[in-house]
């Protein structure tokens, strides 16, 4: 049964919604299990041999909060930019894209469906991995927070690589190059404290690093980076990426020709 | 009273092709009106132009006298578009395709139209299958109604029949000519020319970018004064080939004056010992009236 609609933006997000639904094999149990062997490997591996935190927390508890927010970040950003690509490629954005759907409302339907599908997943990953190490969220709000601004930050990101790009290629390009490195280097299996200097003010520029180091403070108190630096680095990240993607929607590029 | 839709000076170049050169064009409230041109005359640019999908480099145009750049809300609203590409989404329903299509216009309780279109379209025992169970034919359908779901004062349709069976044409135009009756504005673009001159009650010709006839499909027929000759033979006299309005292996279709130039071609013909193997008169259509303007204007 399909609810009424309320305003067009909402019909929007709808679509998004059941569209991963319909595929939730896919879209959402699939990358849980990912995160599971993630877990299951490197904490078989590493848990006798890293420190972290000196000593105070456990290498699998210090694990689980970096694969949640990896997780969160990689499907939110799946889904606003495999939604965009799909739809211009086989052409139905047309039907979108004919109706008073302002630039706003199209950004706030796919990335608030992107966000859902990444906290989801994000969910699930929490769900089954909690098992595996004694967790506690020490401070959940400032977990929530990340995991909103995180997941908004690579909808929107998704929304601008699904404008850009014009194949399927050009789409993998930008998540294995770009989102990928970014996420696997910002310290989702690591504290940057074990890395060299050289690498550890390296990691201070990469946005993401600041998502999932925050993120981990809601877990335990502890992070590398102090907690409203990180908020206020991904809050001014994300305000900047938001209003690069509604100049972009107002101006219809690669959109209206 | 307000125009349906009101083309003024519209300009648009992608790269080195001109696709519109000022274009000016009135369509009335409640006309059935046609707008024919061959592959890339701009007619599609000129939908898009209209409908948002392309934004214009000059002039202005104006749907129920709403701006579709400055007041592109309003505008959208007013306008229903079946678009050439068959498209469709194929994760939904064709229920579902309809009930978000309608949901994109902020429309509430929209089912018992819904259900009114997919009657019209034939489509009510296939409401809940998905899109990629459905032929082409069905799939056009379907596009014809999420055009329609928001009741859009004016349709246009860009090419709707290519592709579709001649049975499921015929109960597409009569749906389409219900709509009208009922006071719906309707564009035609297509390529069968004996559907706009059966429908259509004012017709646009488009070439590189041009109107190059507005009128009537009375006026239009009747200033084609002269006769049309089908004839099959081996040549023609050189001097009756600027006559020729379409060729065929072994057949011309020539544009003559009057009865009188029908003799002479023959005289010359006899003359040049070219033997006339076939030959048929016509009726004037907008198929032949067509072919002449766009010779006029090649």
């Known amino acids: 049964m399909i609810p009424a609609f309320g305003s067009g933006w909402f019909a929007l997000l709808y679509k998004e919604l059941l569209r991963f639904w319909k595929v939730s094999f896919q879209t959402i149990l699939a990358p849980v299990l990912t995160a599971l062997l993630y877990l299951l490997i490197f904490s078989h591996v590493l848990e006798s041999r890293v420190s972290v935190f000196d000593g105070r927390v456990a290498y699998t508890a210090f694990l689980i909060p970096g694969l949640v927010m990896m997780s969160v970040l990689q499907n939110a950003f799946a889904n606003s930019s495999s939604s965009l690509i799909q739809s211009k490629i086989t052409g139905n954005l047309i039907f979108v894209l004919v109706t008073p759907l302002s630039p706003l409302d199209l950004f706030a339907a796919y990335v608030l469906g992107a966000m859902v599908r990444g906290i989801a997943v994000g969910l699930g990953v929490f769900l089954v991995t909690g098992w595996f190490a004694p967790l506690s969220l020490a401070h959940p709000l400032w977990a929530l927070a990340f995991a909103l601004l995180g997941s908004a930050i690579l909808g929107t990101l998704g929304l601008l690589a699904g404008i850009w790009a014009d194949k399927f290629d050009q789409l993998a390009a930008f998540q294995n190059f770009l989102i990928m490195p970014l996420t696997f280097l910002s310290g989702v299996f690591y504290s940057i404290r074990s890395l060299p200097p050289f690498w550890q003010a390296l990691s201070h520029f990469n946005p993401f690093f600041y998502m999932i180091d925050g993120f981990r403070y809601g877990f335990f108190g502890l992070s590398d980076v102090a907690p409203a630096t990180s908020l206020a680095v991904v809050a001014v990240f994300c305000l900047g990426l938001t209003a690069l993607t509604l100049l972009v929607l107002r101006r219809g590029y690669k959109l209206r020709h | ?298």
């Open chain 2, 1 to 298: 009273m307000i125009p349906a839709v009101e083309i003024i000076n519209v300009a648009r170049r992608f790269g080195a092709v001109q696709a519109l050169a000022g274009v000016d064009l009135v369509v009335e409230p409640g006309e059935f009106f046609g707008l024919l041109g061959p592959n890339g005359a701009g007619k599609t640019t000129l939908i898009s132009v209209l409908a948002g999908l392309t934004h214009a480099d000059a002039g202005t145009t104006r749907v129920l006298g709403h701006d579709v750049v400055d007041d592109y809300r309003n505008a959208r609203r007013l306008l229903g578009v079946v678009p050439q590409e068959l498209v469709f989404d194929p994760f939904f329903t064709v229920r579902e395709t309809l009930q978000i299509q309608s949901g994109y216009f902020g429309l509430r309780d929209n089912g018992a139209w819904i259900d009114e279109i997919l009657h019209h379209l034939d489509l009510t025992a296939r409401a809940d299958d998905n899109m990629r169970a459905l032929s082409g034919g069905m799939k056009r359908r379907v596009l014809i109604g999420q055009a329609l779901v928001h009741k859009p004062p004016v349709i246009v349709l860009d090419e709707p029949t290519a592709g579709v069976d001649v049975e499921l044409r015929q109960s597409l135009w009569t749906f389409i000519r219900k709509l009208n009756r009922d006071g719906h504005t309707i564009i035609l673009t297509t390529h069968y020319l004996e559907e706009a001159e059966a429908l259509c009650g004012r017709i646009a010709m488009l070439k590189a970018g041009q109107i190059v006839a507005l009128d009537t499909k009375r006026n239009l027929l009747s200033s084609f004064a002269g006769i049309t000759v089908r004839l099959a033979a081996a040549a023609l006299p050189a001097a009756w080939e600027p006559r020729v309005v379409r060729r065929d292996e072994g057949s011309y279709l020539l544009s003559l004056g009057d009865y009188a130039d029908l003799e002479h071609l023959l005289a010359a013909m006899r003359e040049a010992g070219i033997v006339v193997e076939e030959l048929a008169l016509q009726e004037a259509d907008l198929e032949q009236v067509f072919l002449r303007i766009m010779a006029r204007h090649s």
